[in-house]
């Protein structure tokens, strides 16, 4: 192709992209339109796009050019209807018919001009339709279009700001870049996954700020539409398909523009817990697929350009797990979760067994992956952040910045009580055997014994950034049961199992079975099935079950064990008792994530401090008489020193 003919082409596109935005800036600034006026800027769109797929078909492809005057008569059936419709004047924003017209018809235009493009410069190794949506160009438009409509809105609200992240996200989906080398691809998504991030973080506020029709529908069909886009991406990365990405991209595109175009009525509504629960399905939905997507690609693309010919070939033939230690990106994505999830799929298990164990491997192999850790905890450590703007009290104020602090110090130098990626970079910087097992359970022991159970469970146990939050303080279970109190000793018997076969099994007293070719190492198995697949479940599913459900229904065995240490130092103290019995409101037990009966507890001995309190502080923020406070090892340290 000549370079003529280059410039022509890339001129013609930009030239359609500023007439594009000429006619869809004037459309927002007018607001009320004649339909007949929309249907004639809506055919000027059309004939852009059809323009477009013509030259990329006669030029490039040397199609016949009588398709010409047959796609531009397609083009004119708006004009033509506009000839027919009654004159009336409409405001675009609320007019449903004219906003979905103009989202389908901008998208075609986009997606044709995506054509021409490809038509130029390639890829070629697709269809028409995966080609036009699958290079750079397409990716420049979605780019312009975020950060165009963010310029031209009347006002810059928290939902436009998560529109344009929703939209410049696509910009950077890694199929885009199909044909600009793996090291790129990845590179990208990285890029797109900070900006998904930041559009997921606007998601929840949205959920939190706005209890209106408008609000709810945005924040749960955008959530929808990420999970979209990110399942695409799980696909591509798996298998390297390109339909899912693609339809997912412009399906998403055409959802955009419809509410660019069309104002979601504002109007309050009585939240009830199918709005969040919803919302939550779909983005925990979307958060998982990324987790998935982002670590199979990096795992692929890195081990492909950093492994040797062994390795190279291992993973070819889907052999190979773990990343090596000559890859420099091994601590990102040191499993593939692609492989761990496809392990028990041939084995010769009843399918039962094999359905569980499956559906158990690619969630634990996801959520265990560093990837899913580093981007949920930005996530949470926002909505954490949140709940420290909002805080009222110094003590609970000081906590949730060592929840922040906590996490990130924990995930990479604190080695876990398993042998095996869970929450921290166990077994890879600091290799577990019996003697950091020990130390890490000693270590929580101390800490436990000093600042009670929440120096585990709330300050470096990933639920302290899911549940400790504002978005996730609306979950908080309204009662519970004493059934939990017994139950909790039950399940903290499987951990005492599986922590002692795993001292046997290293002193060489046991032997662990295996299931096909794993072995079944007690530890692995029971820390990732707790953390890894029940743990993500329940939270999935906090609406139903609560926040904090892990302490409140004692299933988490390693809580009930750090809780043992609430009965040294730690306890919810009161200042003055008197006050707690005269109380009414007693908006510390209705407070508590867990439900203890706090006012209980003080009225008959001035103090609580049961082993399912996570210390999160709840109790102490809603009192309002200032009466409460948390007491550890820093409040006698503290009382010493004055008294000295």
């Not at 697929?289 to 070819?316: A, D, K, Y």
């Not at 697949?533 to 229904?553: D, M, N």
């Amino acid at each position: 192709m000549t370079s003529l003919l280059s410039i022509v082409v890339l001129t013609y596109i930009v030239l359609m992209m500023g007439i594009n935005f000429a006619i869809l800036g004037y459309i927002l600034r007018k607001e009320y339109l004649n339909r007949r006026a929309v249907l004639f800027l809506l055919s000027i769109i059309l004939y852009m796009g059809v323009e477009s797929v013509s030259l990329g078909y006669i030029i490039f492809y040397h199609g016949s050019p009588f398709i010409e005057p047959l796609v531009l008569l397609l083009a004119s059936i708006p004009i033509i209807m506009s000839a027919i419709i009654k004159s009336e004047v409409v405001r675009v924003r609320s007019d449903k018919l004219s906003a979905s017209l103009l989202a389908f018809s901008i998208v075609f235009d986009e997606v044709a001009m995506g054509y021409l493009y490809a038509s130029a410069f390639g890829p070629h190794i697709f269809n028409p339709f995966i080609n036009a949506v699958s290079n750079i160009a397409f990716g420049i438009m979605m780019l312009a279009d975020g950060i165009f409509f963010l310029l031209i809105s009347r006002v810059k609200s928290i939902i436009e700001f998560s529109l344009t992240t929703f939209a410049i996200s696509m910009a950077f989906l890694p199929s885009i870049f199909i044909e600009s080398g793996k090291l790129t691809e990845l590179i990208v998504s990285f890029i797109s996954t900070i900006i998904m991030i930041t559009n997921i973080v606007t998601l929840y506020l949205i959920e939190i700020r706005r209890v209106t029709l408008q609000g709810q529908l945005f924040s749960i069909t955008l959530a929808f539409f990420d999970f979209l886009m990110m399942l695409g991406l799980t696909t591509f990365a798996s298998f390297n398909d390109m339909w899912l990405i693609s339809l997912s991209i412009v399906l998403s595109m055409i959802w955009y523009f419809v509410l660019i175009f069309y104002e979601i009525p504002s109007r309050r509504i009585e939240m009830k817990l199918r709005y969040p629960f919803i919302f939550l399905v779909f983005v925990n939905l979307a958060e998982l697929t990324m987790g998935f997507g982002e670590s199979v690609l990096g795992f692929t693309i890195t081990n492909s350009i950093f492994s040797n010919m062994q390795s190279h070939m291992m993973m070819r033939h889907g052999m190979m797990m773990r990343s090596p230690f000559t890859n420099p990106l091994w601590w990102l994505f040191p499993i593939n979760p692609l492989g761990m999830g496809l392990m028990f799929v041939h084995t010769n298990i009843n399918i039962v067994l094999k359905t569980i164990f499956t559906s158990y491997m690619f969630v634990m192999a996801t959520t265990m992956t560093p990837f899913y850790v580093i981007m949920m905890g930005a996530e949470m450590s926002y909505l954490v952040y949140e709940r420290y703007k909002h805080a009222k009290n110094l003590g609970v104020k000081r906590w949730t910045l060592v929840i922040l602090l906590g996490i990130p110090i924990f995930v990479v130098l604190i080695p876990y009580y398993t042998n095996f990626y869970i929450f921290g970079m166990s077994g890879m910087i600091f290799p577990v055997t019996l003697l950091p097992f020990t130390l890490s359970l000693l270590a929580v022991a101390i800490a436990s014994t000093l600042f009670g159970r929440r120096a585990y469970c709330n300050a470096v146990c990933m639920s302290a950034h899911m549940w400790t939050n504002i978005f996730y303080d609306q979950f908080k279970p309204k009662k519970s049961s004493k059934v939990w109190e017994y139950l909790r000793w039950v399940f903290i018997i499987p951990m005492v199992v599986a922590f002692s076969l795993y001292i046997f099994m290293e002193i060489h007293l046991w032997t662990p079975p295996k299931i096909g070719m794993t072995t079944l190492d007690p530890l692995n198995f029971y820390g990732m099935f707790v953390l890894n697949y029940i743990w993500w479940i329940f939270y999935f599913l906090t609406p139903v079950f609560g926040a904090y459900s892990c302490a409140r229904q004692g299933w988490c065995g390693f809580g009930t064990f750090a809780g043992l240490f609430n009965k040294v130092f730690f306890k919810i103290k009161a200042h003055e008792v008197e006050t707690c019995k005269s109380c009414e409101i007693k908006a510390c037990d209705s407070s508590c994530p867990v439900k203890i009966p706090i006012s209980q507890d003080i009225i008959s001995k001035g103090y609580s401090n049961r082993i399912s309190c996570v210390g999160c502080g709840d109790c102490v923020e809603a009192c309002p008489y200032n009466n409460l406070e948390i007491v550890d090892i820093t409040s006698y340290l503290r009382k010493n020193h004055i008294a000295s």
